[in-house]
């Protein structure tokens, strides 16, 4: 069995990436040859995705003419949040329930490389073998951001939280929608989520080995520019 769709997460305002963000939505920043975006639906793609799920908000009419002119040979279906933004879990719940298989999720804040390729695929290995939902986590020391606290620990391949946490969430998730089955919520986050699979024990992942860039700010957009990648 080979996972067939994905859902990427372009809803965001993008705040902290003001004054770029007035004009232009985050997932279209270029870093590079590519915006995030295209780096998002490259993985994909190549990971052999053929159907994939993108929510939209911000500036979404950008994003739409973005998708519509590079006539991608994926199927790619808009969930489009303009009227109401659903959080990171309710946007994803929305943007997948015509899936009745498992789904990667990925977030575009992540600068993703072919080098996440492989890591993508050990993570489907584990999903498939597991059956439980899987995150790509990595070790804060290899951050290019060195601000962020971690948001998880991973001990073998079992997820935790703790009061000290030294991995952090890359945005790289297999999911499949019983995640969701207590959830009555219209608009929720998805660690609403997390949290309830750490307390069953059901939540696991792997450890990316990548050096992460993560576009949260106008000040870390700015460093990782100055780093001149080359794809």
Known sequence: MKIKHGMIL????????????????KPLIRLGNKNLLERAIQLLTNHGIE??????????????????KKKY??????????????????????????FKKPFVALNPDTLWSDAY??????????????KKPCLLLVNKNLSFDNSFKGDFNLNDDVISRGNSNEFIFTGLQIL??????????????????W?????????????????????????????????????
């Open 73 to 98: 040979k994926v199927k790619i279906i808009i969930s489009d949040e303009q009227d109401t933004i659903l959080d990171t879990g309710g946007g994803i719940l929305h943007a997948t329930k015509s």
């Open 195 to 231: 949290n309830r699979l750490i307390e069953e024990n059901s939540l696991i992942g792997n450890a990316s080995k990548q050096k992460f860039y993560h576009l949260n700010t106008k000040e870390m957009y700015d460093k990782i520019s100055n780093l001149k990648i080359i794809d």
């Open 10 to 25: 372009a809803a965001g305002l993008g705040k902290r990436m003001q004054p770029i963000t007035l004009k232009t939505p």
């Open 117 to 130: 390729f492989n890591e993508l695929k050990d993570l489907e290995d584990l999903y498939l073998k597991k």
């Open 51 to 68: 159907e994939i799920a993108i929510n939209v908000h911000h500036l979404s009419n950008q994003i739409k003419d973005f998708i519509d």
């Open 176 to 193: 499949d929608q019983s995640v969701f089955s207590s959830i009555k919520d219209k608009i929720f986050s998805m660690n609403k989520v």
